[in-house]
């Protein structure tokens, strides 16, 4: 949608249609575990633009509920199925903007009643409409990814005891260590019960409760919500022309282009090129697909220059009172590419310490060894730390050295920064200062 409404801001005369399978459009796909906390209370407020606005202001066709099942890339015409019809539509420029699906594991008895992914804004209302009706008293969650995360506390507040079940040795495996120990550490001290380096078997429906087996034990609860990861949605288009990449994405280039001239692709679906490494990296993240879909409307309406050079995956997330960001590289994903780096963690305040608001804070950056540019950093704390990782994000993208960074006109007032600031304070113990 966002693909469509800066292409229609660009050119009002020109014709423009979208097919979508499910029956919302233009949604907060982010903000769901907050409707399922009850944090929003009407799931409406989750739509950013009603579909009747873009019909009828914007002159978008939108039509929903509607399953495109052929591409002809030759002819430049779709087959597309809705409830009644199937009907054949051509195009000058096709964007391509399928997302992606939930990963769902080959676990025998997960299509049982009961077990959820959280992926649409339908598999929110659904989860919302279990728990209302069904009031159970706790819930499992399969994966200690980012979305298992933020359900946790989402589950909490609504009064569930929470079970989460992890293959690997602990929760944000994408994180460092030592901030996965403080994850840990705070889910456990609000009653998560933490089940890691599990291997599951099997899921059996017990009565109305279901049963998840695996060699830490068997856990029991009215539903399971599994959350281990993403798949792009580019079956339709296996047999065509197109090139992808090894996760399935659509590869393109930092104008949203495919290698079929007149078709793009952003989003969940697509590519980004990793500025760190140079290369085509699948980052399925609302910003970078809100970013490749603007410049994607932008390229088909004719505006040829605006380009997304790439993304470094910056992500941020709460866990209960905690706050946890990282952007960039840290030691293992420097490690899969061949990168030597350096890498330290500091221990701070989130204002000045005299300020009774302050709060502890933790950064770690990861610079490269050979020519001591930033590459990535984490941060975990509270009092607004989350926010501090965009000034990493910046050193990133613009190509710092730590040098560069630790000497950073950051601003400073006593209510909301020490003198020095925790990411500039990072970056300074990596200075090397020899006398001469």
Known sequence: MGAASQ???IDSDISIAVFEKTEFVSYAACGMPYMI????TDFRSLIAIDKDEFINKRKIAI???TEVTEVDFEKKSLMVKSKDTTETHTWDKLI???GASAARPPIPGIDN???FVLRTLRDGLDIKNFIVDRKPDTVILIGGGFISLELSESFLKTGLKVILVEKMDSVASLMSPEIREVI???LKSKGV???TSASISEIKKDGARLNLVTDKGVFNAPFIIVSTGARPNTGLFKKSPLKFHP???IITDEYSRTNIPDVYAAGDCATVKNLITGEDDYMPMATTANKQGRVAGLQAAGVTKELLRGAIGTQMMKVCDLEAAKTGFNRNDASKHGIEIIDSITDWKSRAGYCPASRPIKVKLTIRADNRKVIGGEIIGSDFAAHRINTIAAAVTAGMTVEDLAYLDTGYAPPFSPVWDPVIAAAQNFIQRVKG
């Open 7 to 9: 292409a229609r801001r």
């Open 37 to 40: 906390s009850n944090d929003v």
């Open 63 to 65: 039509n929903t509920l």
């Open 96 to 98: 391509i903007a399928t």
């Open 113 to 115: 009643e009961g077990v």
């Open 184 to 186: 840990e550490a705070e």
């Open 193 to 195: 019960q933490l089940v």
């Open 247 to 249: 996760s399935g994405a």
